[in-house]
């Protein structure tokens, strides 16, 4: 019986220390604090902008803003170079077609862009494509 007592005694005793290790390590890290920044006009319109993705210094994003006047306000890609106004980005869009074009990603060399092309005016027939440079 007195074993007993003594195993248990030591494992709550090694349970403590090593709660007490972990409570002495978290307080170590390091901890950070980051604000985050609206883009001001013109990079942001009325419509919605979404899924930014960054290479060098321009941003490639998706809008549902008009790319012209009387167009149907579909997605698109654009792309924003500071100091500049944003443009559809023409090499990403499929020509001629009225389906919502979304979500770009590059590779890291900018080689191969994927991107989302939904069929449906709901958005929920979507497939994943990619284009090369």
Same mark, same amino acid.
Not at 88 to 116: G, I, Q, W
């Given at each position: 019986?007195?074993?007993?007592?003594?195993?248990?005694?030591?494992?709550? %005793?090694?349970?403590?220390?090593?709660? =007490?290790?972990?409570?002495?390590?978290?307080?170590?890290?390091?901890?950070?604090?980051? @604000?985050? @920044?609206? %883009?001001?006009?013109?990079?942001?319109? $009325?419509?919605?902008?979404?899924? $930014?993705?960054?290479?060098?210094?321009?941003?490639?994003?998706?809008?549902?803003?008009?790319?012209?006047? =009387?167009? *149907?306000?579909?997605?698109?890609?654009?792309?924003?170079? $500071? =100091?500049?106004?944003?443009?559809?980005?023409?090499? %990403?869009?499929?020509?001629?077609?009225?389906?919502?074009?979304?979500?770009? *990603?590059?590779?890291?060399?900018?080689?191969?862009?994927? %991107?989302?092309?939904?069929?449906?005016?709901?958005?929920?027939?979507?497939?994943?494509?990619? &284009?090369? &440079?």
């Amino acid at each position: 019986m007195k074993t007993k007592i003594l195993l248990l005694a030591i494992g709550m %005793f090694a349970a403590a220390h090593l709660a =007490g290790q972990s409570a002495t390590k978290a307080s170590q890290q390091t901890t950070y604090e980051y @604000k985050a @920044k609206r %883009f001001a006009t013109p990079l942001n319109a $009325p419509t919605a902008d979404f899924a $930014p993705v960054r290479y060098g210094e321009r941003i490639y994003f998706s809008s549902t803003r008009q790319a012209q006047s =009387g167009a *149907a306000a579909i997605s698109q890609i654009f792309s924003f170079t $500071p =100091g500049e106004t944003p443009k559809l980005d023409a090499e %990403f869009n499929p020509k001629k077609t009225t389906k919502h074009v979304a979500c770009p *990603a590059l590779m890291p060399d900018a080689s191969r862009l994927y %991107f989302t092309l939904c069929h449906d005016e709901g958005m929920k027939k979507c497939e994943i494509w990619y &284009r090369d &440079r």
